[in-house]
């Protein structure tokens, strides 16, 4: 049995995609290329790795035992590179990683600033996701590490806190709120929310809630915090985000009151299989953000 490197990336972007079009797209290869070396893999193996539809393609039982395998590999390989590009001028290499939003208002930007400019050698790969998906794509090996909320369920992966991330309620600076200093989440319930489509925050936002045996009247969801920050600020609303994202927004026409729950603050944490596995370019930035992490002005330290 002799599957290359190249192979076992194909296989990797096959199932990713669900087609075998997606998967040679991903790898810049022929779609003939992509589909005979799929087809020589089944025969080396003796059996199907893929179950073709009209839809796309789906790994087999044994499509996903090679997946797996296959992502161990790739990891090592990876790994292996990054050591040996250690010994040559300046560290050259990729990282992939995930982000909430939380983590690329205030820490990702500051940590790569720092970062790519000492190691003009090495590109981020860089996606924002929610929590959850983060914490499924790493533990799948298809990212190398994430910054997300530890309210997600952290499976086997390593942590290292970087900070904590402040939920603040939001009101215009026009509104009788305005004139509070901090509110609970149940009181905040009586006015009409602006707030997000979906992620981590909505689905944290929406447990807290129905924990009060409420449902949140939103008026508005938009996709982003500076679109949610300047529709409060308009008066349509009240909402819920990140003291890094109302500091970021800065406007004089927003007020910030301290939610009073103590779930308003969320730890954020970078999460990895393994950092020890890591390559060294990428522990390299988990450090640089970690260090950013500490530097952030609307972040906490953890215990502070």
Known sequence: MRFDLTDLRLFEAVAQAGSISGGAERMHMALAS?????SGMEAVLGTALLVRARRGVAPTAAGRTLLHHARA?????????GALRAFATGLKGEIRMLSNTAGLVELVPNALRSFLAANPGVDIDLEERTSLEIVES???GQAEFGVIAATADLASLELRPLGIDRLTAITAAT???ALRQDISFAELLDEPFVGLTAGALHDHLARNAARLGRHIAYRVRLRNFDAVARLVEAGIGVGVLPLAAVARHGSPGLAALRLTDDWADRRLVVCA???EALPVHARLFVDALVNAGSAAPALMRPGG
Do not use: H, K, N, Y
């Open 175 to 177: 509104s009788a709120l």
């Open 138 to 140: 790493v533990a799948a």
């Open 34 to 38: 992509a589909s005979a070396r799929i």
């Open 273 to 275: 299989r393994t950092f």
């Open 73 to 81: 590999i790739l990891a090592q390989a990876e790994q292996m590179r």
